[in-house]
C-alpha cells in the first residue's frame, strides 16, 4: 500500500504533465541537435523513451523529496529541509542524465554516441529544471504549512474561548442558585405560602436558565423571556418595591448577546440598592440606535454596601472581550447606574448561533 507521504501532490502531477514535453524536446535537441527538425524518427522512438525515462526518474525524485518533507515537517525546519533536499536530489538528478546518455549510447539509439558537451549540457539543463520545480514544490509546502499553522492557531482561540466561556458560565449557576436559596429560606420563615410560590416560580426558571445556558450567546428575545420569569421571582420576594420597564424594538429580537447578561444585571442592581415600596428600585430595559442595549436602574445605595465577588460585570465583561466585541460600557452618576450592552448581528437568525459556532469548533479539534 503506497504511503500517503511518497503520494505526488496535484501541483507535481500538474508541473510533470505540462512541464514534460519541454523537458523532452530539450533532452533530444542535447542528443541530436538539428537532427531533430529533419529525423521524424527522433519524435517517434526518442521522443516517448525519454518520458517514459524521465517518469522514472521523477517518481525517485518526488519520493525522496516528499519524504523528507515528511522528515521535516516544520516551518522552522525549512532550512534543513532545503540542505538535506539539496544533498540528496542533486546527485539523483545527475545520476539520471548520465543514465539516460549511457543508455542512448550503450544501445545506439539512432546511432547516438556519448561526448562530453551532452553530457555538460545535459546537466546543466537538469540543474535548471531542478532548481525551478524544487523551488516551486517548497514554495507550495511552505504556503500550506503556513496556512495549517493559521487554522490550527484560529482553532485554538477558538477553543480557549470555548472553555473560558463554560468556566465563565460554571461561576453563573451556582451564585444564581446560592442567591435563591437565600432568598428562599427567608420566605419560608416569613410566609410560607410565598415561599411555595416562589419554589414553583423557581422551578421553572432555573429549568429554563440551564437549558439557555447550554449556548454562549442568547438572542435578545430569550434574554427578554426569561428577564421576565427572573422578575416574578423578585416580585415574589419584594413586591412594589422592585420595578421593571422594558421596551424592545422588535428589528433587535433577533440580534445576540451572552447568555444570562441581563438576569446578572438586575441581580446586582437588586443586591447593591435599597429597595422599598416608598422608594422602589426601578430598572429600565431598552434598546437604541446602533445595536446597543441598555440597562439602567436608579440608584439608592445601601447603608450597609452588599459584600460583592465582581461575578457579575467581571463577567459579562469577560465574555465580550472574548468575542472581541466592543461597546460595552458602564456609567455612573449620582442619580443612576446604566450598563450599555452592544449587540451582535445573528446573520442566521437562529437561537442556535452559538451551538454552532461550539460544534464547528470540536469537529475540528477531533478530525
Known amino acids: 500500500m503506497m504511503k500517503e507521504w511518497s503520494k505526488p501532490t496535484r501541483l507535481q502531477i500538474y508541473s510533470f504533465v505540462y512541464a514534460m514535453p519541454v523537458v523532452a524536446f530539450l533532452a533530444n535537441y542535447i542528443l541530436y541537435d538539428e537532427r531533430i527538425f529533419r529525423d521524424i524518427n527522433v519524435w517517434l522512438i526518442s521522443y516517448p523513451l525519454i518520458i517514459i525515462l524521465c517518469l522514472g526518474f521523477w517518481r525517485v525524485h518526488l519520493i525522496i523529496g516528499n519524504w523528507i518533507k515528511y ?6 525546519q525549512t532550512r534543513i529541509r532545503i540542505l538535506i533536499c539539496s544533498l540528496c536530489i542533486i546527485p539523483v538528478m545527475s545520476a539520471s542524465v548520465l543514465l539516460i546518455n ?21 546537466l546543466f539543463v537538469g540543474f535548471s529544471i531542478i532548481l525551478v520545480f524544487e523551488t516551486l514544490y517548497e514554495a507550495d509546502y511552505a504556503l500550506g504549512k503556513y496556512k495549517e499553522t493559521v487554522e490550527d492557531k484560529r482553532v485554538m482561540q477558538e477553543l480557549s474561548v470555548f472553555q473560558e466561556f463554560d468556566a465563565l458560565k460554571s461561576q453563573v449557576n451556582p451564585h444564581f442558585l446560592f442567591n435563591c436559596f437565600n432568598t428562599l429560606s427567608s420566605l419560608i420563615s416569613e410566609d410560607k405560602e410565598k ?5 414553583n416560580e423557581l422551578s421553572k426558571v432555573y429549568r429554563y436558565l440551564l437549558r439557555n445556558n447550554q449556548n454562549e450567546l442568547s438572542t435578545v428575545q430569550d434574554e427578554i423571556k426569561f428577564i421576565e420569569s427572573y422578575f416574578r421571582l423578585l416580585q415574589t420576594r419584594h413586591g412594589e418595591a422592585v420595578q421593571l420597564n422594558m421596551e424592545i424594538d422588535k428589528m433587535y429580537t433577533p440580534y445576540l448577546l451572552p447568555s444570562l447578561t441581563l438576569q446578572l444585571l438586575v441581580e446586582n442592581a437588586v443586591k447593591h440598592n435599597a429597595l422599598s415600596k416608598n422608594k422602589p428600585l426601578v430598572i429600565d430595559i431598552f434598546t437604541t440606535a446602533g445595536n446597543r442595549l441598555v440597562v439602567n436602574n436608579n440608584l439608592q445605595r445601601r447603608t450597609v454596601k452588599a459584600q460583592g465577588n465582581k461575578i457579575g460585570l467581571e463577567n459579562i465583561k469577560a465574555k465580550y472581550e472574548l468575542l472581541h466585541q466592543d461597546g460595552f460600557h458602564v456609567i455612573e452618576d ?26 464547528g469548533t470540536k ?4 478530525s
Not at 195 to 199: G, K, M, N, S
Not at 363 to 366: A, E, G, S
Open 71 to 76: 522528515r521535516y515537517p516544520k516551518l522552522e
Open 334 to 359: 449620582e442619580k443612576n447606574f446604566t450598563v450599555v450592552l452592544p449587540l451582535i448581528w445573528n446573520s442566521n437568525n437562529e437561537t442556535s448561533a452559538s451551538r454552532t459556532l461550539n460544534a
Open 102 to 122: 549511457y543508455f542512448y549510447d550503450f544501445l545506439h539509439i539512432l546511432g547516438y554516441e556519448l561526448n562530453q558537451t551532452d553530457l555538460k549540457q545535459g
Open 363 to 366: 469537529n475540528k479539534l477531533t
Open 195 to 199: 415561599a411555595e410560590h416562589f419554589l
